[in-house]
């Protein structure tokens, strides 16, 4: 008993020498005795502000590629265009699984399967590492320009898969050279003591109609029990392009002439609809004589 008290003692005369009185403003006896390293609440509040999200980069100029031809969208395209652009590659692969990756800016080509984000969870210092996403709807935004995306980020950190929200999303084309995807945060389960909350900034800058890329610079944040946070550049790639599937049209049939029967004039088919003693489709019917 004597040796687990003066374990307790050292422990929370270890805390007061290496915090000082500060030590003891936010946290009670309880937390004290049971956990006296741990951070409290606000501590984690005030870490997340400290290591906020870094602002996403703004492009200036947004590349599109259509027909495998790319050039800058002020060239020849309106913002009207673009978000058409994407409202068709979103809608062709709703309910699809979409890959992202660490990209290079300049040759939108993949560095990693995934995106790395260093956080603390605790007291912890890890990685979250995104490689995936998958939209589960897509909605036309009543402001103009704009279009609502739930999204279902694929998140792991040390080896597990937190349960996490959807996120709600928005993607508008502001102008020509400002197309931006941000949510107002979904929420994971990190740890046990809580919810930490991710925000997702993305300036795109690259649209590839093609084959179904986007490409823009991020920057995503987490606060809470889990915080931290990254910014760079990355892909999204998509399963298929943003052309809409065109049903083959065919032409309607010619209209077939009847040859005449025993001096009565000749009808097509759609004026013997009903009459079965005249030709179907080059199938003679004749009617069945009752006795």
């Not at 870094?54 to 002020?74: E, T, Y």
């Not at 309910?95 to 990693?112: F, G």
């Not at 995306?149 to 709600?168: I, K, R």
């Not at 998509?238 to 209209?255: E, R, T």
């Amino acid at each position: 008993m004597s040796t687990k008290l003066s374990s307790g003692i050292l422990l929370i005369g270890t805390a007061i020498i290496l915090s000082g009185c500060s030590y003891f403003r936010n946290r009670s006896v309880k937390d004290i005795v049971t956990d006296p390293f741990s951070p409290t609440e606000a501590e984690y509040i005030q870490a997340a502000k400290e290591m906020g999200t870094s602002p996403a980069r703004q492009s200036s100029s947004v590349v599109v590629c259509r027909s495998h031809q790319c050039a800058p969208a002020k060239l020849s395209m309106s913002k009207e265009y673009i978000y058409n652009s994407l409202l068709h590659l979103f809608d062709n692969n709703n309910y699809q699984k979409v890959l992202i990756c660490q990209a290079d800016a300049a040759s939108h080509t993949c560095l990693e399967n995934y995106i790395t984000l260093p956080i603390t969870v605790g007291i912890t210092p890890t990685n979250v590492y995104i490689d995936s996403v998958k939209i589960s709807d897509i909605i036309i935004g009543k402001k103009a320009s704009s279009l609502n995306l739930v999204l279902n980020y694929n998140l792991t950190y040390g080896g597990q898969t937190p349960e996490c929200s959807p996120a709600q999303s928005i993607l508008f084309a502001k102008s020509i050279n400002h197309v931006l995807m941000e949510d107002s945060g979904y929420q994971c389960k990190m740890t046990s003591v809580g919810q930490s909350t991710i925000k997702t900034v993305f300036s795109i800058d690259y649209v590839d109609l093609d084959y179904g890329y986007i490409g823009g610079y991020y920057s995503i944040g987490l606060s809470g029990p889990a915080f931290g946070g990254g910014n760079g550049y990355m892909m999204l790639r998509l399963p298929k392009n943003a052309y809409p599937l065109s049903p083959q049209l065919k032409s309607p049939k010619p209209k077939k002439q009847k040859q005449s029967i025993g001096g009565l004039p000749s009808k097509t088919t759609e004026e013997t609809d009903g009459d079965s003693s005249y030709n179907v489709d080059n199938v003679e019917i004749f009617p069945i004589n009752k006795k």
